[in-house]
C-alpha cells in the first residue's frame, strides 16, 4: 500500500512569490496535518484537516493556508514568502484526529 | 503551553554499546506519548504511542517507557542502521487533540 505521498520533493522559490505543496493521503485516512521542519529542530504544527473541516491552526501567519479536497488530498498555500520560510514541509495522515500520523517525505522549500 | 525536552542533543555510541535517550514533557492532560524515528531527507517514522504512566512497549532493540514527566527511549545493543535522529512529542488534552508538539531529537550516531 502507498504511503503519505508528497509533491513536490524540492522547490527554489525568491522572496515573495507564492507556493502550493501537495499531499496524497494513505487511503482511508480521513485526516491530513501539515507540519514545518527547519533544520535542526523538530516539526512544528501548522494546521490539520478532518472530513475537508480545518480542525486546528498552529501559531503561524496568516500568508499560510490550507485545504482539504472531497478525496482527501489536501494543499499547503504559502503567500509572500520570506527567507525563514526556508524549511522542510511535512504532511502527515491519520485514520482520524488524535490517532498516531504517518508522514511524507516531505517538500524542502528554499527561498532565496 | 505544551513543552518537549529531549537530551541529549546528540549521541554518538559504538556498536553493541546500550543507552538511553531522555524526553522530559509538560502537558495538560496528556492523551499520548510519541516516538518518531527520522532519517535525513525523510519524514519521521512511527515507533510507538504510549498512554500512561508505567507503560512500556519494546520494539526490536527498542523500548520505550513513561513516567509521568518523562519518557526514555532504551536502546540496546545497537546496530549502525539503528543510527538516526529520535523524536519525542505529545499530545495534549482537548485543545490540543488535534497536534502534537515535538522536541527537537535526538541525534544518534552508532559506529561499528
Known amino acids: 500500500d502507498a504511503g503519505v505521498t508528497q509533491s513536490p520533493t524540492h522547490l527554489i522559490k525568491t522572496r515573495g512569490q507564492q507556493v502550493t505543496l501537495r499531499c496524497s493521503p494513505i487511503s482511508g485516512h480521513k485526516s491530513v496535518s501539515w507540519y514545518q521542519q527547519v533544520l535542526g529542530q523538530g516539526p512544528q504544527f501548522i494546521f490539520q484537516y478532518y472530513e475537508k473541516e480545518e480542525r486546528g491552526r498552529g501559531n503561524f501567519p496568516d500568508r499560510f493556508s490550507a485545504r482539504q479536497f472531497p478525496n482527501y488530498s489536501s494543499e499547503l498555500n504559502v503567500n509572500a514568502l520570506l527567507l525563514g520560510d526556508s524549511a522542510l514541509y511535512l504532511c502527515a495522515s491519520s485514520a482520524y484526529p488524535g490517532d498516531k500520523l504517518f508522514f511524507g517525505s516531505g517538500t524542502q522549500l528554499s527561498v532565496l | 503551553e505544551d513543552q518537549v525536552t529531549q537530551s541529549p542533543e546528540a549521541l554518538r555510541l559504538q556498536e553493541g554499546e546500550s543507552s538511553s535517550l531522555n524526553c522530559s514533557y509538560t502537558?495538560?492532560?496528556?492523551?499520548?506519548l510519541f516516538w518518531y524515528r527520522q532519517d535525513p531527507g525523510k519524514g519521521p517514522e512511527f515507533l510507538f504511542t504510549?498512554?500512561?504512566a508505567g507503560e512500556e512497549k519494546e520494539k526490536e532493540r527498542l523500548k520505550a517507557t513513561l513516567t509521568k514527566k518523562e519518557s526514555f527511549l532504551h536502546i540496546t545493543a545497537p546496530k549502525p542502521e539503528d543510527s538516526a535522529t529520535y523524536l519525542c512529542a505529545v499530545q495534549g488534552g482537548i485543545q490540543g487533540a488535534q497536534k502534537l508538539v515535538f522536541g527537537q531529537g535526538t541525534r544518534l550516531t552508532i559506529n561499528p
Open positions: 502537558v495538560s492532560g496528556l492523551r499520548g
Open positions: 504510549l498512554y500512561s
